[in-house]
C-alpha cells in the first residue's frame, strides 16, 4: 500500500520526468534555431551613387597612421595586455555591435604590433540597460566589475542615456576615460563644460549629441519638403525617455518654419508612449485620425519593431521618417516580417551601406568578414573609440586615464563616419560635410538586408511611398 | 471621443483577457493557489508558438496546439514539483511560484536573446468593423479566446470532471471523502491553467511581440481581472475582463498610453479597499 510519504515521492519524480522532457523540447527547439538561423547576408547593396572614395581627407590623422607608426611587433606572452573595457548591453545589437567593432579594431592594431609594445585585450561586462525594467544600478554594478575586477585601463560602451549619465558619475572616482558609442543625450556632455575637472574623462564617440540629431534630421525634413511640397503633415511619436523629451521641442520649434503642420491631439504636441511598448494599436489610431502623411518617429528601443508591424498591418497612410535605432540593425527587416519597407531612419553617414572613404570600406569589409553581417552605429564608434585611446596612449606614451585625457582632446582623425574632432562638452563636432566633421544620413528601407540613401541630396534617391498611400 | 475604436479595440482585447485570466481563477478557485507564474504561461506559449512556427517550419493550427499542449505539461509540472509541496502555506507557494517566473525568464532570455519576438500572423489583411481599421489576426484571436473560454466553462458546467472540480472548489476535504482525488483535481486545474494563458500568449504573440519579461504584465493583468470578477467566479473573470480591458482602452485613447499599465494595478487596489470579493465573488456552484 501505497503511504503518504512513498506517493509524494513518486509524484516529484513524475515533476521531475516532465520538466526533463520539457527542457529537452525546449534545447532540441533552441538547438535547432542556434543551428539553423539564417545568417544575414553580409553584403548590404545600396542604389546611391558611391561618390566618397577619392575624398578621403589626407590632412587629419588616418586610421591607418596608427598601424604605420607602430613600433614593434608584440610576439610574446608574458607582456602584459592594456585592457579596453566594453561596457555595453551585450545580449543586445547596440552592445554586441560595440563589442564585435570594438574588437575588430583591437584585432587590427594587435596585428600590427599592439600599443606601446603591449597587445590590446577586450574585457567586458554586461549592463543589461537595453532592457527598459532593469534598473540603472545594474549598470553601475557592471562598471564597477570592469574597473576593480577586469581592471579596464578605459572603457566603451553605452545605451541608455539615464544608465550613462549615472555612470558619468563614477568617472571622477576611477579616473579613466569614458567612451560613449551609444547615448547621445545632450546633458552628457554639459556635465563635462560644467565641472570639467571631475568629467574631464568623458567622450561622446558615437552618435552625435541629440542637438545634432535633431538638426540633422531637420535638414531631411527641409530637404523632404523640397522634393514633395505636398506631405505636410506630420505627426510626432517618441518614447518617452529624456533624449526625445529633449529633441522634440527643436522639431517643433523648426518643423513649422519648414512649412509642416504637427498634428498631434495630445497637449505636449506629440505623443510619448512608454519604452518597452508592445501594443501600439492606440497611437496607429490617432496617427490615422488626425490625418497626418508624415510619422516622426523617435525610438531608441527595440519596442519599434512592433510599432513597425502595427503600422504596416493597418496601412495607416502616414509614412515613418525619423530615428529608429533598432531599425538600423540589418536583422530589423527580418524582426518586422518585412514591415520594414518604406520606413526612413537617421543613421550616420557610415552607415548607409555605403562607406564613404577607404577606412570605412575596410572597416565594412572586415566586420561583414568576421561577423557575418553589417554594423550599425555603434560598432562604428566602438571601432572608432579604439583607434582614438591608441593614438593617444601612443602619443601620450602611458596608459595613465588622466594623462590620456589632453590628448584624446586633441583627437583629429579619420574614421567610417568621417572626421573625428571633439568640442569643448567632448562631443563629436557634427557637420553636414562629412570630410568637417561627424555626418549623418537619412536611408529608407528597400528591401532585405537593403537601405537606399535618400539624403543628403549629393547621394539621395527619390523615397518611395507605401503604396496603399 | 473615438467611440467606435474604444468599441472595437476594448472588445477584442476583453476577449483574450478573459482567456489568460480563466486560468487565474480555476487555479486560485479550485486549487487554493495564487500562482504569481501565470503570466509565464502566457510567455512560453507565445515563445513556444513562434519557435514551432518559424524555426521548426511546423504550420500555425499546429504550433498553436503545441504551445496549448506544453503549457498544459508545464502547468502540471509546476504543481507537482514546486507547488504541492509547499501548498499549505500560501507565502511559500507565492514565493516559489514568484521564484519560478523569474527563472522562466531568465531561462527563455537565455535561449531566445532579451528582445521580443514577433510570429507571423495566421492570418494576415484587415477588416473594419464599425468603420475601424483592424487586423484580422485581431479578431481571430478574440474569436478564439472566447471560443475557448467557452469550452472551459463548459467543461466546468457539465461534464463529470466539471463537477468533480467544483466539488473539489466548494470543499476539498469533503470531496475528498466521496472518492474525489483532490491532487489529481489540482494537476488538472493547473494544467488548464497553463493552458488557457498559453493559447493567449501564442495569439496575442504575433499582435504585440513578447519578450522574457512579458509574463510580469500579464500576471498584473491576470490578477486584476480576478481580483475584480471575484476569485473563483467564472462569469466574474469573464465580465472583468471586458470593465479592464475597456478601461485601459480609454485611458490609452483619452489620456495617454503611458497611463495604460496603470489601470490593472489600480483596479486591484480599488478592488481590494471596495469590493474584496469582487463583482460576482462567490465560488461557482
Known amino acids: ?469 | 471621443m473615438v467611440l467606435p475604436e474604444i468599441l472595437v479595440f476594448g472588445g477584442l482585447l476583453g476577449a483574450v483577457y478573459a482567456l489568460l485570466s480563466l486560468g487565474f481563477s480555476l487555479s486560485y478557485g479550485v486549487a487554493r493557489i495564487l500562482n504569481l507564474a501565470h503570466g509565464s504561461f502566457y510567455m512560453i506559449g507565445g515563445y513556444i508558438y513562434y519557435a514551432f512556427l518559424t524555426m521548426a517550419g511546423v504550420d500555425s493550427v499546429e504550433s498553436l496546439l503545441v504551445a496549448v499542449a506544453l503549457t498544459f505539461l508545464l502547468g502540471m509540472a509546476l504543481y507537482l514539483g514546486l507547488v504541492r509541496p509547499v501548498r499549505s502555506t500560501p507565502v511559500r507557494v507565492l514565493l516559489v511560484t514568484l521564484s519560478a517566473a523569474i527563472v522562466a525568464q531568465e531561462v527563455v532570455s537565455l535561449a531566445f536573446g532579451d528582445r521580443g519576438v514577433g510570429a507571423p500572423f495566421i492570418i494576415g489583411g484587415i477588416s473594419m468593423p464599425l468603420g475601424v481599421v483592424v487586423e484580422n489576426q485581431r479578431i481571430l484571436a478574440a474569436i478564439v479566446s472566447l471560443a475557448m473560454f467557452l469550452a472551459v466553462w463548459l467543461l466546468i458546467r457539465v461534464t463529470k470532471l466539471g463537477r468533480a472540480v467544483r466539488a473539489v472548489a466548494q470543499d476539498a476535504e469533503a470531496a475528498s471523502l466521496m472518492g474525489i482525488n483532490d491532487t489529481r483535481i489540482s494537476l488538472i486545474t493547473l494544467g488548464l491553467s497553463g493552458a488557457t494563458a498559453g493559447l493567449a500568449g501564442a495569439l496575442l504573440g504575433p499582435l504585440t511581440g513578447i519578450s522574457p519579461d512579458a509574463w510580469l504584465n500579464a500576471t498584473v493583468v491576470a490578477f486584476a481581472v480576478v481580483i475584480l470578477g471575484g476569485l473563483g467566479s467564472i462569469p466574474g473573470t469573464f465580465l472583468a475582463a471586458f470593465l479592464v480591458s475597456y478601461s485601459q482602452v480609454v485611458v490609452a485613447f483619452e489620456v495617454s498610453s503611458s497611463y495604460e499599465i496603470i489601470v490593472p494595478l489600480a483596479v486591484i487596489a480599488v478592488a481590494v479597499l471596495v469590493r474584496p470579493k469582487g463583482l460576482l465573488g462567490k465560488v461557482e456552484e
Open chain 1, 1 to 469: 500500500m501505497l503511504t503518504r510519504r512513498s506517493g509524494m515521492a513518486r509524484s516529484a519524480a513524475i515533476a521531475v520526468l516532465v520538466v526533463i522532457v520539457i527542457a529537452a523540447v525546449a534545447g532540441v527547439v533552441s538547438y535547432y534555431y542556434v543551428s539553423t538561423a539564417p545568417a544575414t547576408t553580409s553584403t548590404a547593396t545600396s542604389t546611391a551613387t558611391s561618390t566618397a572614395t577619392s575624398t578621403q581627407t589626407v590632412t587629419s590623422t588616418g586610421i591607418s597612421t596608427l598601424i604605420s607608426t607602430s613600433v614593434k611587433t608584440v610576439t610574446s606572452t608574458g607582456v602584459q595586455p592594456i585592457n579596453i573595457g566594453i561596457l555595453a548591453p551585450l545580449t543586445d545589437v547596440t552592445g554586441i555591435d560595440e563589442k564585435e567593432g570594438a574588437q575588430l579594431a583591437v584585432t587590427e592594431i594587435n596585428d600590427h604590433g599592439g600599443v606601446l609594445g603591449r597587445p590590446l585585450q577586450i574585457v567586458s561586462e554586461d549592463t543589461q540597460e537595453a532592457d527598459p525594467t532593469i534598473p540603472v544600478s545594474t549598470g553601475l554594478a557592471a562598471m564597477n566589475r570592469i574597473v576593480t575586477v577586469d581592471h579596464a585601463q578605459v572603457i566603451i560602451g553605452g545605451e541608455r542615456s539615464d544608465v550613462v549619465l549615472a555612470e558619468e558619475q563614477q568617472l571622477p572616482k576611477y579616473k579613466i576615460p569614458f567612451l560613449d558609442t551609444g547615448a547621445a543625450d545632450t546633458s552628457l556632455g554639459q556635465q563635462v563644460i560644467q565641472n570639467y575637472s571631475l568629467y574631464k574623462y568623458f567622450f561622446m564617440v558615437s552618435p552625435v549629441n541629440s542637438t545634432s540629431l535633431a538638426t540633422g534630421l531637420i535638414s531631411f525634413y527641409g530637404y523632404f519638403h523640397y522634393v514633395e511640397p505636398n506631405y505636410t503633415k506630420v505627426y510626432i511619436l517618441a518614447e518617452d525617455i529624456a533624449v526625445w523629451h529633449a529633441l522634440v521641442p527643436v522639431l517643433q520649434y523648426f518643423l513649422p518654419q519648414l512649412g509642416f503642420t504637427i498634428v498631434n491631439p495630445q497637449s505636449a504636441g506629440a505623443d510619448y508612449f512608454p519604452y518597452g511598448s508592445t501594443d501600439f494599436t492606440t497611437q496607429m489610431t490617432n496617427v490615422r485620425t488626425s490625418g497626418a502623411q508624415i510619422i516622426c518617429l523617435l525610438a531608441a528601443g527595440q519596442d519599434s519593431v512592433q510599432l513597425i508591424q502595427t503600422w504596416a498591418n493597418l496601412q495607416v497612410p502616414a509614412i515613418p521618417m525619423g530615428i529608429d535605432v533598432a531599425a538600423e540593425s540589418p536583422s530589423f527587416w527580418g524582426q518586422t516580417n518585412g514591415a520594414a519597407k518604406y520606413e526612413t531612419i537617421e543613421v550616420g553617414i557610415g552607415d548607409t551601406g555605403t562607406p564613404i572613404n577607404t577606412i570605412g570600406a575596410n572597416f565594412y569589409a572586415n566586420y561583414s568578414k568576421y561577423y557575418n553581417t553589417l554594423p550599425i552605429y555603434t560598432a562604428d564608434g566602438a571601432y572608432e573609440s579604439v583607434y582614438i585611446i591608441a593614438h593617444a596612449m601612443q602619443a601620450a606614451g602611458t596608459t595613465n586615464g588622466t594623462a590620456l585625457i589632453p590628448y584624446i582632446e586633441k583627437t583629429n582623425m579619420t574614421g567610417p563616419d568621417g572626421l573625428i574632432r571633439f568640442d569643448k562638452s567632448h562631443n563629436v563636432i557634427y557637420n553636414e560635410d562629412y570630410t568637417k566633421g561627424g555626418a549623418l544620413s537619412m536611408v529608407q528601407w528597400t528591401a532585405f538586408n537593403t537601405y537606399t540613401p535618400v539624403w543628403p541630396p549629393t547621394v539621395a534617391k527619390p523615397i518611395s511611398l507605401p503604396p496603399w498611400m
